[in-house]
């Protein structure tokens, strides 16, 4: 198998995945556990990894609200999360 790196950012930070990875994956690879944050501000992570929960969503190219588990990572991608505000 070859293992193409992708080169993406989350929040800022620069992280390097395999082709075929996806963003929810990348986003705990970068050591995050927050995706969003819920009405009241609580943090809130990827639950069912399926596309159900709807908790797993992030920005992604400036496009809110994109289910991050089933999204793969792709070169150049911004993802931010709401680990440290609202996303
Ligand atoms: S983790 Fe449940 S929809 Fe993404």
Known sequence: ???ALI?????????????????????????????????????RAPLCGMGICQECRVTIDGRAHQLSCQTLCADGMHVVTASEGLA
């Open 7 to 43: 080169t993406l950012s989350i929040d800022a930070r620069s992280i390097s995945v395999e082709a075929g990875v996806t963003v929810a994956a990348a986003i705990a690879m970068a050591g995050s556990t927050v995706t969003r944050r819920s009405v009241s501000g609580a943090a």
């Open 1 to 3: 198998m070859t293992d």
